[in-house]
């Protein structure tokens, strides 16, 4: 297993476009999380799944983004006309449940995508 | 709700120095801590977490942490830096019964020659 994937790793886009990032997870995590970093802060949680159903979304997460994870195994976060306040680094990260992963737990992370509204 | 203080933005130490970098919690019972390394433009790597036990916890590249209850800390030590450690460094705490982690803001570690 390679980790988890993000792609693309830079999108730059023009305020008012649409985006859409992909995230392979680790093939054995049942769950998976988006997060955003913006510069000078650390991650600040979005959404969470487990399988394919949404589990958790945050105040963050406004009706312009929206998250899938259709079969249980990649997801995709799309943000809809976007805004300059969208910039940041958008963090996926792929874990087992507590249950599960015991004391083994803890989140693996992509490298992210880094978004730039121009 | 938890939250996390880090409360050094920049930290400068020389190679070959000892490092320890500090970080405070919130929460109301005994909570899961994370420390994660992020170098330039990358996701972050775990360098090791507490759960329950000892409260010393060894992790990866020679890094250790202290869980201190009864002052709400969980601080990353090292007893000799190397170059290769300049990155920014971010402490978590999970709760009992939640899924999602809350981050800190981050400490930067310069390495001076």
């Known amino acids: 297993d390679t980790g988890v994937s993000q792609d693309p790793r830079h999108k730059i886009t023009k305020r008012g476009q649409n985006v859409t990032f992909r995230c392979d997870p680790i093939?054995?995590?049942?769950?998976l999380y988006w997060y955003r970093q913006t510069l000078g802060q650390g991650p600040e949680f979005l959404t969470y799944?487990?399988?394919?159903?949404?589990?958790?979304k945050s105040r963050l997460l406004s009706d312009r983004f929206s998250a899938e994870r259709p079969k249980g195994s990649f997801s995709t976060l799309e943000i809809q006309r976007t805004e300059q306040g969208d910039s940041a680094m958008y963090l996926c990260?792929?874990?087992?449940?507590?249950?599960?992963?015991?004391?083994?737990?803890?989140?693996?992370f992509g490298s992210g995508t880094r978004l730039t509204v121009v | 709700a938890q939250s996390v203080t880090q409360p050094d933005i920049h930290i400068t130490v020389s190679e070959g120095a000892s490092l320890e970098l500090r970080c405070n919690y919130s929460?109301?019972?005994?909570?899961?801590l994370f420390w994660y390394v992020q170098s330039p433009g990358q996701g972050l790597q775990l360098l090791l977490k507490?759960?329950?036990?000892?409260?010393l916890v060894q992790g990866i590249k020679g890094f250790e942490a202290e869980f201190k209850r009864s002052q709400s800390s969980f601080n990353l030590r090292k007893p000799s830096v190397h170059w290769s450690d300049a990155a920014e460094y971010f402490c978590?705490?999970?709760?009992?019964?939640?899924?999602?982690?809350?981050f800190g803001k981050g400490t930067m570690l310069l390495v001076s020659p």
């Open positions: 990260a792929s874990s087992l449940d507590r249950n599960r992963a015991g004391f083994n737990y803890g989140y693996t």
């Open positions: 093939s054995e995590h049942n769950r």
């Open positions: 799944f487990q399988n394919e159903a949404q589990l958790e």
């Open positions: 929460y109301g019972a005994t909570p899961y």
């Open positions: 507490y759960f329950s036990g000892d409260t």
């Open positions: 978590a705490v999970g709760a009992i019964g939640y899924s999602t982690l809350t």
